[in-house]
């Protein structure tokens, strides 16, 4: 499994981490690295939470994960690909599944993402 860092939302709020955060970011990329697709599934750990009726311009699902207690970041998984496309550090402020709204207009409109067929 390989790990895209690439994308200029994630880029923005990655160099706003404080150091605490940053730490638990680079220890779950370790852990990341070490696993497969189907172990990433089954974590309980890190908590992979499909964000429903939301997907990219390429058809593919959009994905929470957890990066700390109070820490998720959104990504999806495409090929051989873990594309990271934004981090919520504060647990008040990150994005939960049921909750697309709280995704910063840019990042939805440069995802394109489709929500219940319609494009956003």
Do not use: C, W
Not at 62 to 74: Q, V
């Amino acid at each position: 499994m390989k790990i895209d860092l690439n994308f200029p939302d994630f880029q923005k709020d990655l160099f706003k981490l404080e150091k605490k955060e940053l730490y638990a970011l680079i220890k779950t990329f370790r852990t990341l690295s070490r696993m497969g697709f189907d172990q990433l599934r089954s974590s309980s750990g890190l908590n992979l939470e499909q964000i429903k009726k939301t997907k990219t311009r390429k058809g593919s699902p959009i994905y929470s994960i957890r990066i700390s207690r109070s820490f998720r970041a959104i990504l999806s998984i495409e090929g051989d690909y873990l594309r990271f496309i934004s981090l919520h550090p504060d647990h008040s402020n990150h994005l939960r599944p049921s909750t697309l709204s709280q995704v910063r207009p840019t990042v939805l409109s440069t995802l394109m993402l489709s929500v219940s067929g319609s494009k956003k």
